[in-house]
């Protein structure tokens, strides 16, 4: 073979051998991301019960420091989110409302965002609770631990309640300050207006707790006030194992717990929900108990240990599995 005739058929090789490479890489390029998220939740037991940690999805917001440390400079919180390997500019929101089986309640712990909420990624609290293995119309008692719109939105569905079989339990103080006229012309007129959207409706079906009632057999509340004027979050215990539903007393496993006395925007009574925070997280570290807090990261369980300045959240990882 000549040197002329050699080349062309070791190039002609290489072009054989290159043409299903370049078939497969093509075929690859055509496949579609997969847009669609999975059914996110988290199940196990605590004694008797049955606990079903749903995320009702997460939205992404710009200026962690126009909401957490706002008596604070932005270069303090950015140092903070450095030191913990969080971007500075935006942050995560989660939610997690909580539905425990004691073998004869459905108890649901807030209902999310809701329809209105969907379209920005969240509102996934109904889709979650039927992929966990539950229907809408099981749930036997809907507990919100406060009126803010994401722990409300999912009260409705359509014009009609979401759980139609449900009786309903908030705080007094809370449903008296939010379903209030005197709300009208406040910074709080826009959630007394979705109180009387969603929750007022429902009134007739509601029973009002303080401090230290039982829910159901095993669930007990526990004033937490500061985030909202009536803010509750509940103690769960069954076969000698307990557990906190700590809500809203700390929005952010950083910013919320390593530093408990920065201000929070959201928070009614700033002072007072600092307080809270060190209270009631003081309590959960000296006890060792596992607790979920609504916008810890998802799935929204773990534990507490004191730090320096504040805490620092333990993510269960199997603890709660054995």
Known sequence: MSRRNLFKATVLGAGALAAPQLMVRAAQAEVP?????????????LGEFEITVLSDGHRVVPGPQKIFGTNKTEEE?????????????????????????????????????????????????????KASGYTPEQVTVVVLTHLHGDHIGGLMEAGAPTFPNARYVTGQAEYDFWSSEDRIGTGAENGHKGVVSKVVPLAEKMSFIGDGESVVSGITSMAAFGHTPGHMIYGLESGGRK??????????????????????????????????????????????????????PFPSVG???????????IPETYQLDL
Request: charged share 20%; aromatic share 12%.
């Open 243 to 296: 557990l906190m539903l700590t809500a809203d007393t700390a929005n952010h496993f950083v910013l919320s717990l390593q530093r408990p006395d920065w201000e929070v925007l959201f928070d009614a009574d700033k002072a007072a929900a600092a307080q809270t925070r060190k209270a009631v997280f003081d309590m959960i570290a000296a006890d060792r108990l596992p607790f979920i807090g609504y916008h810890m």
């Open 77 to 129: 919180v950015a140092e903070l989110l450095n030191t913990n390997y969080l971007p500075v500019d935006q942050m995560q929101f989660t939610f997690a409302p909580t539905l425990v089986n004691t073998g004869s309640d459905l108890v649901l712990f807030d209902t999310g965002n809701g329809e209105g909420g969907r379209e920005g990624g969240v509102g996934q609290t109904l889709a979650n609770l």
């Open 33 to 45: 991301m997969a847009a669609a998220q999975p059914a996110a939740y988290k199940r196990f037991s």
């Open 303 to 313: 534990f507490i240990e004191k730090a320096s300045e504040g805490y620092r959240f």
